[in-house]
T-cell receptor, first 115, second 115 residues
């Protein structure tokens, strides 16, 4: 049962353009969402997060949008840079109870930014 | 280096052997998590500790798997009687209590290959 899904295994974008990575979830108990970036031979690195009480969170070139009714979130990277090329994971958790901090990850999307 | 460290980085073993991995979290991080990642998938939660107490275990963690965090600092993950299906990347992460839910700092992982 895949509770967090990233349906696009890969995405290719030209440098300077916008990258949009998508994520869907099924568990309505999830109320905190995160994006992690992973380079080869390294562990995932936290990028940006959003609470379910918001619909948008922005940090520099990175913006995460949350649509609770559709159980969908997206990560926008503007402008995209070659150094952004990595695997991006969407993750979700319940911000309370014993499941606090237990992350459920999507399968990941490989982003390639071409110069 | 004040990040999360994991040892060994790579482990090759024969089916049926026991293996043990170590994770050293960021100093003063109360929470420590273990995840497993297989090819083409995102990390899957295995277990987590708050200080020395193991608070949650996934059903993925069969009785061949055991994790400890004896003094609330480093942690070990042992797999007994390894099977080929145990081949994966084992990731450790840590976080302090009180940060944004789920913002975890990951180590580089231990890649296990069971022959």
């Amino acid at each position: 049962d895949q509770q967090v899904k990233q349906n696009s295994p890969s995405l290719s974008v030209q440098e300077g353009r916008i990258s949009i990575l998508n994520c869907d979830y099924t568990n309505s108990m999830f109320d905190y969402f995160l994006w992690y970036k992973k380079y080869p031979a390294e562990g995932p690195t936290f990028l940006i997060s959003i609470s379910s009480i918001k619909d948008k969170n922005e940090d520099g070139r990175f913006t995460v949008f949350l649509n609770k009714s559709a159980k969908h979130l997206s990560l926008h990277i503007v402008p995209s840079q070659p150094g952004d090329s990595a695997v991006y994971f969407c993750a979700a958790t319940e911000a309370g109870g014993t499941s606090y901090g237990k992350l459920t990850f999507g399968q990941g999307t490989i982003l390639t930014v071409h110069p | 280096d004040t990040g999360v460290s994991q040892n060994p980085r790579h482990k090759i073993t024969k089916r049926g052997q026991n293996v043990t991995f170590r994770c050293d979290p960021i100093s003063e991080h109360n929470r420590l998590y273990w995840y497993r990642q297989t090819l083409g998938q995102g990390p899957e939660f295995l277990t987590y500790f708050q200080n020395e107490a193991q608070l949650e275990k996934s059903r993925l963690l069969s009785d061949r798997f055991s994790a400890e965090r004896p003094k609330g600092s480093f942690s070990t993950l042992e797999i007994q009687r390894t099977e080929q299906g145990d081949s994966a990347m084992y990731l450790c992460a840590s976080s302090p209590i009180g940060t944004g839910a789920g913002e975890q700092f990951f180590g580089p992982g231990t890649r296990l290959t069971v022959l």
